[in-house]
């Protein structure tokens, strides 16, 4: 495969460009999801790992380290912790959320039961913290444990301000900024921070991972409102069912009239949904231009997150990263 094939998605691209590292991830992986006293965790953790997935998150540890020369190899250890606790993240997520389906196949919670789920995620963090440890470097500690907190606090707050109408823009940003920026930060950071980067550089991929994340989790929130359930890996229109606030909504919301505020309280707020309801949530987000302006909101981040890499080094890894940032958001643009 020749990694510079432009036609190839940039997240192929990267795998390419990192296939060797990334075997080791696998294979560490493989290693470090087992149990010797209980089976049933390697069954959970490789019912999701064996689920697909692109490995995003591992990749950008990776591709941080390697772009800015780095030659050892505790970068495998922290892309296979940055891994851990995204797969223990979605444990615990589809055990919050009842859901039924990741990535097209049952989830754990629905094929084995909550509190498998639930100390199956346990564990994972557990381990991801061995392989921190691993490292050497308390600075990388530093911000994956973080990282971990920011996600636990940021699940929490989408908890309280799920269902409530007075959730505004900077609220649900500091959600997607919990739930999915900052592994994203945190992935690149650490990264950089193994291969012994100059702080700028340092700052830089931090920036870069969190507008990543966040133009990625617009994305997301978009497609549900217009994407395949092959694109996104769910039915359209599920976040409105489940009730979610998500940034589309959000804009409608600011802009409602009285009816229309009716409409979303008994909808989202009381959860009293009848048939033509998404229809009708959708007439009144086009009608506001919400889901423009939340594609537009996003397309800003996709241009934040390419600003961030001019501080870095030029090469191929920097111009797959900056071909990732338009690539999230290309499935709305």
């Not at 965790?41 to 380290?65: M, S």
Request: no cysteine.
């Amino acid at each position: 495969m020749d990694v510079n094939d432009t036609a190839l998605k940039p997240l192929d691209r990267l795998g390419a460009t990192l296939a060797p590292e990334m075997a080791a991830v696998d294979a560490l992986i493989r290693d470090r999801m087992a149990s010797q006293h209980a089976a049933r965790i390697p069954e959970v953790t490789a019912h999701l790992v064996g689920a697909g997935g692109k490995r995003l998150r591992p990749l950008l540890t990776l591709a941080a380290a390697k772009m800015l020369g780095y030659q050892g190899d505790a970068h495998v250890l922290l892309a296979t912790a940055v891994e851990f606790i995204h797969t223990a993240t979605l444990l615990h997520d589809d055990v919050v959320d009842e859901s039924r389906q990741r990535r097209g196949r049952p989830t754990a919670n629905l094929l084995w039961d909550n509190k498998s789920s639930v100390l199956v995620g346990d564990y994972l963090f557990g381990r991801s913290f061995q392989l921190m440890v691993e490292t050497g470097s308390l600075r990388v500690l530093d911000i994956l444990a973080n990282a971990a907190a920011v996600i636990s606090e940021g699940e929490v707050l989408q908890l309280t301000a799920a269902q409530d109408l007075r959730t505004d823009e900077p609220i649900y940003l500091q959600i997607v900024r919990g739930k999915t920026a900052a592994l994203f930060s945190a992935a690149t950071e650490a990264g950089a921070v193994v291969a012994g980067a100059p702080q700028d550089q340092v700052a830089a991929l931090h920036d870069y991972g969190d507008a990543l994340g966040i133009a990625f989790q617009i994305a997301d929130d978009l497609l549900d409102y217009g994407g395949t359930s092959e694109t996104i890996g769910k039915n359209t229109g599920d976040d409105f069912r489940e009730r979610k606030l998500t940034l589309p909504v959000i804009k409608a919301v600011a802009l409602a009239d009285e009816e229309e505020r009716a409409f979303w309280q008994r909808t989202i707020e009381k959860g009293d949904q009848r048939d033509g309801d998404l229809e009708q949530a959708l007439r009144i987000m086009h009608g506001h231009g919400a889901l423009d302006a939340a594609r537009r909101d996003a397309l800003d981040w996709s241009a934040r997150a390419r600003a961030a890499l001019t501080a870095l080094p030029d090469g191929d890894i920097r111009g797959i990263l900056s071909d990732l940032a338009d690539y999230v958001v290309a499935r709305v643009a």
